[in-house]
T-cell receptor, first 117, second 113 residues
Framework: EPEVTQTPSHQVTQMGQEVILRCVPI?????FYWYRQILGQKVEFLVS????????KSEIFDDQFSVERPDGSNFTLKIRSTKLEDSAMYFC???????????????FGNGTRLTVT | SQQGEEDPQALSIQEGENATMNCSYK?????LQWYRQNSGRGLVHLIL?????REKHSGRLRVTLDTSKKSSSLLITASRAADTASYFC?????????????FGTGTRLTIIP
């Protein structure tokens, strides 16, 4: 069964450094998402992406964050200057059709654990 | 207040028993979905119930939805040790241009062999 893949599985970085988290969504999916989960807490929405632009972003997704689909397969999340509080699991997800109207589920990757020291 | 809150936060039962988890939400929804997360892994979609549906089954899973009470329940029958995981409800309240699922706080289920 096709799956969403994320790399790396674990990233350690120093505060203030830039990180890029990478995702390869399922190939025929059109909608892409980043979520994060701070250890032991709920899964929080960061951003949704469709047709090469951001559809919606949360208040967490400030100017330090950006997303890109540089080619036909990769979907990346960049954090420009990491803070200690950015330490979390970051999950990429994709879906085939539009939320709500077609009622399709999200397919998640296994996540990247980001540790900011 | 949260859009999705699961109850209980943690549940331990003996293998073979049934496990029931509840989810409450605040706003009108298009659908409600349940996901499972094994420790340190991604979320896996279990079941989706539309706002005009009241009950849905998938294998050992049964989901109910009461839109008047803004609540849902997930029942896992004949639990197995492999069902040990965290379970999250997620609500889809999207309109065009508002594309996201909002996850609840999760129930951590432990099945005791």
């Amino acid at each position: 069964e096709p799956e969403v893949t994320q790399t790396p599985s674990h990233q350690v970085t120093q505060m203030g450094q830039e990180v890029i988290l990478r995702c390869v969504p399922i190939s025929n999916h059109l909608y892409f998402y980043w979520y994060r989960q701070i250890l032991g807490q709920k899964v929080e929405f960061l951003v949704s992406f469709y047709n090469n632009e951001i559809s919606e972003k949360s208040e967490i997704f400030d100017d330090q964050f950006s997303v890109e689909r540089p080619d036909g397969s990769n979907f990346t999340l960049k954090i420009r200057s990491t803070k200690l509080e950015d330490s979390a699991m970051y999950f990429c997800a994709s879906r085939e059709t539009r939320t709500g109207f077609y009622n399709s589920p999200l397919h998640f990757g296994n996540g990247t654990r980001l540790t900011v020291t | 207040s949260q859009q999705g809150e699961e109850d209980p936060q943690a549940l331990s039962i003996q293998e073979g028993e049934n496990a029931t988890m509840n989810c409450s939400y605040k706003t009108s929804i298009n659908n409600l979905q349940w996901y499972r997360q094994n420790s340190g892994r991604g979320l896996v979609h279990l079941i989706l119930i539309r706002s005009n549906e009241r009950e849905k089954h998938s294998g050992r899973l049964r989901v109910t939805l009461d839109t008047s009470k803004k609540s849902s329940s997930l029942l896992i029958t004949a639990s197995r040790a492999a069902d040990t995981a965290s379970y999250f409800c997620a609500t889809d309240i999207s309109n065009f241009g508002n594309e996201k699922l909002t996850f609840g706080t999760g129930t951590r289920l432990t099945i005791i062999p």
